[in-house]
């Protein structure tokens, strides 16, 4: 069974650790002589259902070809929407902070990952013209250095080679998500750092960090025309049509990983988020088939990098892979 780790409930300076491992026993003798040898991809997201909406097939790829993979949850999503009509009651909304970690181990148990909570408070998207301020002590208005403790001491339990999370402007400009960024890359560099965090377990340097690009104008451009071809409605026409009005990251993206194989565990584990998502609505409406055809990959963009990978790329691994296993 996949791990879940609660890390935020562990004070930064407390050394004992609380990780085990989703396959076999607890590390040991025989384990530590090969741990070297198997690759592991660490995904940092702000919120449950974020890990099944970016990047999941990737990450259900890999789980395949037998390499760990680890979700780190920053918050519990308690005040996210609910997306779904059929949920939309009091019951749920009353119980949405326990909803949504169930989700989260139904999508874990379906991705075959491992998975942490790093334990900070979800910070809601807030509306309005002004703003109105942040709820106190959301995760967003935490302090970045701090915040980033308990992911430093996750990455040196876990050994990440490779770290994905989202760029400087979170993907979209949720708060929780460029907190998850600022943390993300604090964490990266201090990570292998024997001189910070020295409380929080031994160095380990992370390989690579990428961004997640989840749609770029030619990924919608593609589904697009895809599903004009075939005589459908596009659920892309409106987007399309605003486009201009958003920047293109297309031209960020450094890395395509085949992985249309996955799409459908991708989504079963997006439908298993049930308040997030509408198993009738948006995401689901261009046909598998067609998805796989007219846009086979899951993008990201190479943001660091220890070890030299020609560009383009096709694999989160690549220059990796010998490298992990001379370490």
């Known amino acids: 069974m996949p791990a879940v780790l609660e890390a935020g409930r562990i004070s930064a300076g407390q050394q004992a650790s609380r990780w085990s491992r989703g396959r076999g026993p607890p590390l040991g003798t025989n384990e530590e002589r090969t741990l070297a040898e198997q690759l592991r991809l660490m995904a940092v997201h702000a919120h449950p259902d974020d890990e099944s909406s970016k990047g999941a097939a990737t990450m259900a790829k890999y789980v395949a070809e037998g390499v760990d993979v680890l979700v780190v949850t920053c918050t519990g999503g308690e005040r996210g929407s609910v997306l779904n009509p059929k949920l939309d009651r009091p019951d749920v909304w009353a119980n949405i902070g326990e909803i949504r970690r169930a989700e989260m181990d139904a999508a874990r148990a379906i991705l075959g990952i ?6 900070f408070v979800d910070s809601g998207l807030p509306e309005g013209d002004p703003l109105p301020p942040l709820p106190e002590g959301c995760f967003a208005l ?17 050994r990440p080679h490779v770290v994905t999370t989202y760029d400087e402007e979170g993907g979209y400009p949720h708060p929780d998500h460029i907190m998850c960024h600022k943390v993300s890359v604090a964490a990266f560099e201090a990570a292998g750092d024997p001189e910070r965090y020295p409380e929080l377990g031994a160095p380990w340097q992370p390989l690579k960090l990428y961004y997640d690009v989840g749609f770029s ?10 599903m004009l071809a075939a005589g459908l409605e596009s659920p892309y026409q409106e987007w399309l049509e ?17 992985c249309a194989e ?34 086979p ?19 989160l691994f690549a220059g990796v892979r010998e490298t992990a296993h001379a370490r």
Do not use: C, N
């Not at 104008?217 to 895809?226: C, Q, T």
């Not at 990959?297 to 694999?315: C, G, H, I, K, N």
């Open 142 to 158: 935490q302090d970045v250095e701090v915040a980033a403790g308990p992911l430093v001491r996750l990455m040196r339990e876990f």
């Open 114 to 119: 491992e998975q942490a909570w790093l334990g």
């Open 242 to 258: 605003r486009w201009e009005d958003r920047p293109d990251k297309g031209s960020r993206i450094t890395t395509r990983v085949e």
């Open 217 to 226: 104008k030619g990924k919608i451009m593609a589904l697009h025309e895809a």
């Open 297 to 315: 990959t899951e993008d990201f963009q190479l943001a660091r990098s220890m070890v030299d990978s020609p560009l383009p790329e096709s694999d």
């Open 262 to 295: 996955y799409f459908p565990v991708r989504d079963d584990a997006l439908r298993a988020h049930a308040t997030q998502v509408d198993p009738d609505g948006f995401w689901f409406q261009v046909p598998m088939e067609l998805q796989r055809r007219a846009w």
